[in-house]
């Protein structure tokens, strides 16, 4: 072949090229979707979803060790494994230390919590039998009480199901976290070679904004659930509703979940307080008001650079689908999920094939 044929045939092949390149997404696309509905067909998609969601925790959880170990990497005169080694261990040392110290007290707080959720549930019962409007809606055996605090054989299968389900995932997420911060080159690496060459630095780049943008998020979770974990222990002590501190630690849970959680959180401390009087209640009713406006006024604005601003309506339409499809996993995921949608729509489709000089940013500083 001579060099002008060859020319040729690079000019009409480049074009052919990019052309089979540009197309590769909506491949991706086309077959993700043909996957889901093989799944869906064989009721393996949700189980399928909620496999991936306990990966994506793991995910998570190694990017939370992987920022720890390079933070102190900079403070350290040694390797990165060295330091993660040495992170790992501390943290595996004081979670054993922390379980083996408080273990006995927080079993003890919670069977101290459910006896109380079964008193306030009574006391709740018997309130509401005193109103004519209400009896229709109460059978003659029921009591809020047993409902909130179970008891019944059923509900304990129930519950020793969820809770091996629970360990088992919580298992998967941490072995996933530890490998993936021990070596997370090897497996950015190993899916980028599943990208063609032409557009793996384009890849390198989106795993590394995702990689920001989901460390953010964790920060600024993680930021939020101490602050009003600590305010919401005061604030009940100073009320005198029964257990702050494990109400605390639960408030500082439901945080982790945007919108939805501290609504959850709000429902065991009204129960507890209805122990006290009804006022009580009320007052607790104001303290949660209270510390969502100081949330959303003076907590957010002061980790606002270590806070990925989600837009809440697109965050609550997210729980909500994650939550009808596979249950309190989807909802504890959604937000993360929708960040890390939010950075591909933002570079893939907004930035690369719309051409738009400004996708957008979900963090300040990135």
Not at 256 to 274: D, E, K
Not at 318 to 331: D, E, K, N, R, Y
Request: aromatic share 8%; glycine share 8%.
């Amino acid at each position: 072949m001579t060099t002008a044929a060859k020319r040729d045939d690079e000019k009409t092949s480049t074009p052919a090229r990019r052309a089979e390149g540009s197309d590769l997404p909506w491949r991706l696309v086309v077959a993700s979707l043909l996957v889901c509905l093989i799944l869906a067909v064989a009721e393996l998609l949700v189980p399928t979803i909620v496999v991936l969601l306990v990966v994506f925790g793991g995910v998570l959880c190694g990017i939370f060790l992987n920022g720890i170990t390079r933070w102190f990497e900079n403070w350290l005169p040694i390797s990165y494994r060295w330091t993660y080694t040495l992170i790992v261990g501390l943290l595996l040392a004081f979670g054993v230390a922390g379980f083996s110290y408080m273990g006995a007290q927080i079993a003890a707080q919670v069977a101290e919590l459910s006896e109380h959720l079964q008193s306030a549930g009574q006391q709740l019962t018997a309130r509401l039998e005193e109103y004519a409007w209400a009896k229709p809606y109460l059978a003659e055996d029921s009591n809020i009480g047993d409902m909130l605090s179970g008891g019944v054989l059923p509900t304990v299968m129930y519950s020793l199901q969820t809770s091996v389900w629970a360990l088992t995932a919580l298992a998967i997420v941490l072995c996933v976290g530890l490998y993936l911060a021990y070596d997370p080159d090897l497996y950015t690496e190993g899916v980028t070679r599943l990208i063609p060459p032409a557009r793996r630095d384009s890849f390198r780049q989106l795993l590394r904004k995702i990689y920001t943008v989901l460390g953010y998020w964790i920060v600024g979770r993680l930021l939020s659930m101490t602050l009003v974990g600590v305010l919401t222990t005061i604030g009940l002590w100073i009320l005198g509703v029964p257990l702050p501190i494990t109400l605390g630690v639960l408030a500082a849970l439901f945080t982790f979940i945007p919108n939805i959680g501290p609504i959850l959180a709000a429902v065991p401390q009204a129960l507890l307080a209805l122990q006290v009087d009804v006022n009580t209640v009320m007052y607790v009713l104001v303290l949660n008001v209270a510390l969502q406006t100081i949330e959303s006024y003076l907590i957010t604005p002061l980790i606002q650079q270590y806070e990925v601003m989600l837009p809440p309506a697109l965050t609550i339409a997210a729980q909500v689908l994650m939550g009808a499809l596979v249950g309190i996993m989807g909802v504890v995921m959604a937000a993360p999920l929708t960040a890390t949608g939010m950075v591909v729509v933002q570079m893939l489709y907004i930035g690369r094939y719309l051409q738009d000089p400004e996708p957008g940013e979900l963090v300040e500083s990135c």
